[in-house]
């Protein structure tokens, strides 16, 4: 078997499956993604009138998200992708509907936790993936992924918001709870991605593992591009009020959206241009996330301000797709399971840093502080990069 032919998918999985995949992973993300940003509506109606607890329950699922992945991601490898992925989506359907009908805040809060705890749908589909398909096919599959996350975060506040007019966002979270449910009986007829023991034995002897150092590299870049990129999204509207004053709601959602809708109109073209040279894109993605993040500090109108999320935008797309060609090549060799619920650790713990970063530096520097923060993270592993590519390069040339 040649190395193109163990790029291939399985027997038996193709595109189609792909796309029910990544469709799965889009409905159930909705009431997680398009639900948050409500908390300011949902707590009062719990008792908590002011809302003071928003903050903090706004992380709670990514925090013990964060926690439980790896764990998944081993028992995945162990028991079954499918299985294991079947677990998440009926785990999300769960808890949305205890969220939809708890009557006080602390049941809220345990929803939340147990939302953490038994989600995990992100990474468990593309464990999913990671056994079925290898090299393109999954860095494609990867990018895919990612545009399904980017179409809930854009389009799930809208229709919750639009929603909001029958049914309050607290009681959405029951009505939401069939879109999981949903995905996991149409993913229930998927098959299970299994390889021939012949296929196993000719992989072993054909595709080495890329080095530890490969993986640590990608468990960094992947922490510090969520760290810089997240850093953006809480104080946006606030920042957006202070250069525009009296604004309506709409120009904020706007450049809410603008990075995640450059990526779903570019993301594929790009994989296909920096497929092979995965480094390289993502040291350009990380010097314009840095210049579009630093951008919002000088932007005074709202052209400037589109200018600086487009920025921001080629940015991410060019870091997600980077880190997805990154990802299929450390994926070789390794079970996928455990590799996908370690990067998905990592991604959420850049998350909730990037959450703490971002109201610290805020409460006391005010709405440009974690932009400029998350600029400086983004400079600083720009130059960590390069170093590093320097040095391993210095060491394969270097006289012995």
Not at 259 to 281: E, I, K, N, S
Not at 360 to 383: E, F, H
Request: hydrophobic fraction near 50%; charge should be positive; aromatic fraction near 8%.
């Amino acid at each position: 078997m040649t190395a193109d032919v163990l790029r291939m998918p399985r027997p038996g999985f193709g595109p189609g499956h792909v796309h029910a995949v990544a469709g799965c992973y889009f409905v159930a993300s909705f009431a997680a993604l398009g639900l948050p940003p409500f908390l300011t509506e949902i707590l009062p109606e719990l008792g908590d009138r002011t809302a003071r607890w928003a903050g903090l329950l706004y992380v709670v699922p990514t925090v013990f998200g964060a926690l439980g992945a790896p764990v998944w991601g081993r028992l995945a490898d162990r028991f079954g992708r499918k299985r294991l992925l079947l677990r998440a989506q009926l785990g999300l359907a769960v808890t949305f509907l205890l969220a939809g009908w708890a009557d006080s805040l602390g049941t809220f809060t345990a929803a939340l936790v147990l939302q953490g705890v038994l989600g995990g749908t992100f990474a468990a589909s593309n464990g999913y993936l990671g056994a079925a398909l290898e090299g393109t096919h999954l860095s494609t599959a990867l990018t895919l992924m990612h545009g399904s996350a980017r179409a809930a975060l854009v389009v799930a506040p809208i229709v919750v918001g639009f929603l909001s007019t029958w049914l309050s966002p607290h009681r959405q979270y029951a009505l939401l709870a069939l879109l999981p449910l949903a995905a996991a009986l149409l993913l229930a007829a998927l098959p299970e991605p299994q390889a021939e023991e012949a296929d196993l034995t000719e992989m072993a002897q054909t595709s080495e593992p890329a080095p530890a150092g490969a993986l640590r590299s990608l468990y960094a870049l992947e922490f510090a591009f969520v760290f810089s990129t997240v850093i953006s999204f809480p104080y946006l509207i606030s920042l957006v009020e202070e250069r525009i004053p009296g604004a309506s709601p709409t120009p904020a959602g706007v450049l809410f959206a603008v990075p995640h809708l450059c990526y779903l109109m570019a993301a594929m073209p790009v994989h296909t241009a920096f497929r092979d040279r995965a480094r390289a894109g993502i040291v350009f993605g990380f010097v314009c996330v840095a210049i579009g993040l630093a951008g919002h500090s000088v932007a005074d109108s709202l052209a400037t301000l589109i200018g600086v999320r487009l920025v921001l935008g080629v940015g991410l797309t060019l870091g997600l797709v980077c880190l997805s060609v990154l990802t299929a090549d450390c994926v070789k060799g390794r079970s996928p399971g455990g590799l996908f619920g370690s990067l998905e650790f990592f991604s959420k713990a850049g998350a909730v840093a990037s959450g703490v970063a971002a109201a610290a530096g805020s409460a006391r520097y005010g709405p440009t502080a974690p932009l400029l923060t998350g600029a400086a993270v983004a400079l600083i592993t720009v130059c960590a990069t390069i170093l590093r590519s320097l040095c391993t390069r210095w060491s394969h040339t270097c006289p012995r």
